[in-house]
């Protein structure tokens, strides 16, 4: 009888790692891969579901997805596969914030996210700032608030995070934002973030346990800027576009 539980139990275990690691094809939601369909609500939706139903990726195949604000939810991964690209919708009020910043792809007090895959996530930074710019000259923004320019990654008190091999391009502010989060692996990933003034490559703080591996930048700000609030912070094998190494710089 003992044996006939444990090989229960076995089966319920690899029936539960199965089911989290189901793929659900974006197009599956109605998410529009032709670069003109703004998918905010569709990709929201997919994220939810796949969450409350067992966690799994959400794969995305070749083509332009147009998208604002979503927010990863628990034991979800969203899956780039080799030509897809999630491209920033222009308008700064697709945008929303956690934490006091803005990006694209956000995440809050969450575990177990990722974003993986060959594919791109595309900021669409100037039309993002010219939007930002005129909403100023209208008076429907203030002034002050310039500054605050969307990520393309904005994760705040997440723990079991992963990025692998995605490309990263374009920002409006920063690249990526991670703020006391715990576990945290980025490996393989490139970052082009080069036409607007100061956009740091990644910018983390308060975090615990927090990897960096193997990856390229090229940005016109820091590349990774750490401040003494962060702990067990370590980076290998991380180059610039000048091909030196990538230190946790404060």
């Not at 109605?30 to 939706?45: E, R």
């Not at 914030?97 to 007090?109: H, P």
């Not at 595309?122 to 005129?134: D, P, R, T």
């Not at 308060?206 to 912070?233: A, I, P, Q, R």
Request: net charge neutral; glycine share 10%; aromatic share 10%.
């Amino acid at each position: 009888m003992k044996k006939y539980k444990i090989f229960i139990f076995s089966l319920l275990i690899i029936f539960s790692l199965n089911l989290s690691a189901k793929d659900y094809k974006a197009s599956l939601f109605g998410v529009k891969s032709d670069g003109t369909t703004l998918n905010t609500g569709s990709i929201q939706y997919a994220i939810d579901y796949i969450s409350e139903n067992g966690g799994g990726r959400l794969v995305f195949y070749v083509g332009r997805y147009l998208t604002g604000s979503f927010y990863l939810k628990p034991n979800v991964t969203v899956q780039l596969e080799e030509g897809a690209v999630l491209v920033g919708f222009h308008s700064v009020y697709d945008y929303f914030e956690v934490n006091g910043t803005k990006a694209l792809i956000l995440a809050d007090t969450v575990e177990n996210i990722g974003i993986t895959g060959k594919g791109v996530i595309e900021g669409n930074g100037h039309a993002v700032l010219k939007s930002i710019e005129e909403q100023i000259g209208k008076g429907y923004l203030d002034a002050g608030q310039l500054p605050a320019k969307p990520a393309l990654i904005n994760f705040n008190a997440c723990s079991n995070v992963t990025l692998d091999e995605i490309i990263l391009r374009d920002a409006c502010g920063d690249v990526q934002v991670y703020s006391r989060c715990k576990k945290v692996k980025i490996n393989n990933i490139t970052v082009e973030s080069t036409s607007l003034p100061d956009s740091k490559g990644i910018v983390i703080s308060g975090c615990n346990g927090f990897t960096l591996s193997d990856s390229y930048f090229e940005t016109s700000g820091t590349e990774l800027s750490s401040n003494n609030t962060s702990k067990d912070v370590s980076v290998s094998g991380a180059v610039n576009s000048k091909g030196k190494k990538i230190k946790a710089a404060k």
